[in-house]
């Protein structure tokens, strides 16, 4: 099992910056990738980014070149920083950590944390 605590979330103006900080209960070393989703009120569940454990980060093109993606294994944490945020970012956003068992892929969930984008 895998346990994940976000942090960092709030109320921002349009422009303005936020960090999301994603806590693991244990080493990033053993999860394969780490990255971020959100979620808007009445929208499904959409990709962010991620940073893979050989390094590799990937973005959404919706916010290319405004988040960034990053992570210290010493404290088995990765963070999202945001900037130029847009009121289409508000969304709960949710920590996810994809583990290879030998069963397969299995997916961990934080239990997301609010960021609303407004003046």
């Known amino acids: 099992q895998v346990q994940l605590v976000e942090s960092g979330g709030g109320l921002v103006q349009p422009g303005g910056s936020l960090r999301l900080s994603c806590i693991a209960s244990?080493?990033?070393?053993?999860?394969?990738?780490m990255g971020w989703y959100r979620q808007a009120p009445g929208k499904q569940r959409e990709y962010v980014a991620v940073?893979?454990?050989?390094?590799?980060?990937n973005y959404a093109d919706s916010v290319k070149g405004r988040f960034t993606i990053s992570r210290d294994n010493a404290k088995n944490t990765v963070y999202l920083q945001m900037n130029s945020l847009k009121p289409e970012d508000t969304a709960v956003y949710y920590c996810?950590?994809?583990?290879?068992?030998?069963?397969?892929?299995?997916?961990?969930w934080g239990q997301g944390t609010q960021v609303t984008v407004s003046s």
């Open positions: 244990t080493s990033i070393f053993t999860i394969r990738a």
């Open positions: 940073f893979t454990n050989s390094g590799n980060t």
């Open positions: 996810n950590a994809k583990r290879v068992l030998s069963s397969g892929v299995a997916d961990y």
